[in-house]
């Protein structure tokens, strides 16, 4: 497989630069200098996973942050019982063989999926890979064969972050499989503000329109559960200029 050179330098060019911010985004967060942490609200319930990133946009992380004030990511929640699960592993991932995803949940075209089992049921990931250097310390998103696998699986399903295990935290993996980030070991998952704000924009607007299409009840809600999974919330006027400005297919 051609070689493929890791995501990192598509992060803000500006080093010290303050995130892009839209107007109908804010961000649900308390600064910790210097980095500030997303405390994500299940719907179902009050148990945090823990999402972080850096607002300066500087990604000159230490891994081992040795800030005793920076606050722990919470681990999180185990998985979804009876959610579908889909493994992969080296040889899968190397190919860019989508059929483990095929199976494992039986969609197979992007045209003839009824949301509302998986949303019930949920989506997860085994990914069983081995490294070949087996002290290689990098957690397996930052991986450029993974990211890839998951980028082609993304492209194909652009609306499958709604249908994910987001209480056994498969969203906030997901994303780090497609955003810029940087692997803290007290934090976990550090992401690069504007990376992460447009990701959250783009799924935003594919999810809400694929939900109205299938006539999921309360569209709004769930494109907004979203994105308050990865500490971010959705004013209506958003929706409001969508429903709008709508696109005939």
């Known amino acids: 497989m051609a070689s493929i050179r890791p995501l990192y330098p598509l992060s803000c060019p500006h080093k010290h630069s303050?995130?892009?911010?839209s107007p109908f985004i804010h961000t649900n967060s308390f600064?910790?200098?210097p980095f500030s942490s997303i405390q994500i609200l299940h719907s179902q319930g009050?148990?945090?996973?823990?999402?972080?990133?850096n607002p300066s946009g500087n990604l000159d992380l230490s891994l081992y942050d040795d800030d005793a004030d920076t606050q722990k990511a919470n681990p999180a929640m185990p998985p979804t019982e009876g959610r579908y699960e889909v493994v992969i592993d080296n040889d899968i991932i190397a190919g860019l063989d989508l059929s483990p995803f095929h199976r494992a949940t039986g969609i197979t075209s992007p045209m003839l999926v009824k949301p509302k089992e998986y949303l019930e049921r949920t989506i997860g990931f085994t990914i069983k890979y081995n490294r070949e250097d087996e002290n290689d310390p990098r957690e397996l998103s930052e991986f450029p064969d993974i990211r890839l696998w998951f980028v082609r699986l993304d492209a194909m399903y652009p609306w499958l972050p709604v249908l994910l295990d987001w209480r056994g935290g498969e969203l906030a993996r997901y994303a780090a499989m497609l955003v810029p980030h940087q692997m803290s070991m007290r934090m976990g998952v550090v992401f690069n503000p504007e990376a992460l704000e447009l990701f959250i924009m783009q799924k935003v607007f594919v999810v809400y329109s694929w939900l109205k299409e299938h006539d999921i009840p309360k569209p709004r809600l769930k494109a907004k559960d979203m994105a308050r999974m990865l500490g971010f919330g959705i004013g209506d006027e958003l929706f409001d200029l969508v429903d709008h400005h709508r696109i005939i297919k």
């Open 31 to 33: 600064l910790q200098s």
């Open 46 to 53: 009050p148990e945090p996973v823990s999402v972080s990133f």
């Open 18 to 21: 303050l995130p892009c911010s």
